[in-house]
């Protein structure tokens, strides 16, 4: 199994990124996926999540209204579309996918993969 995080990169503070990851999962369509960032000396952070038909999503309260997640089973890839970015986004984001919402939430992940550096400069 493996998750690849894509899209990272070096923005201005109110610019906006676009990640993506792919997954090998054999059946894509059956997990939970979302996004967990890490900053340094931080620990890791839930940061957005989308069920399996995409009909749900949940939000960290610091990214509700700016991030957007989304998810297309066909092609096995789910995205953030980060926007108004802050400095204090700044962090390593993770594609990670679990069974339910609550346990990705709650920090929970059955399968994760590399991150990808964003870094938000003011």
């Known amino acids: 199994v493996q998750l690849q995080a894509s899209g990272g990169g070096s923005v201005q503070a109110g610019g906006s990124l676009r990640l993506s990851c792919a997954a090998s999962?054999?059946?894509?369509?059956?997990?939970?996926m979302g996004w967990i960032r890490q900053a340094p000396g931080k620990e890791r952070e839930f940061v957005a999540g989308i069920s399996w038909s995409g009909g749900s999503t949940l939000y960290a309260d610091s990214v509700r209204g700016r991030f957007t997640i989304s998810r297309d089973n066909a092609k096995n890839t789910v995205y953030l579309e980060m926007n108004s970015l802050k400095p204090e986004d700044t962090a390593v984001y993770y594609c990670?996918?679990?069974?339910?919402?609550?346990?990705?939430?709650?920090?929970?992940?059955?399968?994760w993969g590399k991150g990808t550096q964003v870094t938000v400069s003011s």
């Open positions: 999962l054999r059946t894509f369509s059956d997990y939970v």
């Open positions: 990670a996918a679990a069974n339910t919402l609550g346990r990705l939430y709650s920090g929970g992940m059955d399968y």
